[in-house]
């Protein structure tokens, strides 16, 4: 089966993120009110034939292991639907 | 209340998606098997201010309209919790 399996890949909490905190001056600048904070990071959409979904999800954990994420600066979540 | 709203901003389906496309190959040079597609765009977390939940999703949608997302090339998705 198919499986559409969406990874979030992000900032580690601990770490600034100057493109965020850019975005987060911008939309002052704009105008924007209420935004307090704002975090930036990549999100990667797989498209994963495989027999189960845990099977899919262990895929684009691997994926995100050896290819998407730094485990440096970044941290993923995966979800499947 | 604070509220967390998430922001996914993803190439158009129509569209080509260069970086995908890279990351795909990467996959398949590592050996992953499965994965048939990839399409990469932006994650974005807002901690908005706001009086309810929809005040925060609308102020998200204002920010996405007039700096996160170009309409040209890009949709995006908005979720609050």
Redesign the interface.
Known sequence: M?YAVHI???PLKELLDPQ?KA?LS??GN?G???????????????????GSES??KK?AE??SK???ANPVMEYFEISVN
Chains 1, 2 share one sequence.
Request: no cysteine; net charge negative; glycine share 12%.
């Open positions: 198919n979030n890949v992000m965020g975005v911008g939309l704009l924007l009110k209420g935004v307090e904070d704002v975090r930036i990071g990549k999100h990667i959409t797989l498209q994963i034939e495989a099977e899919a895929i691997e994926a050896k290819l998407l």
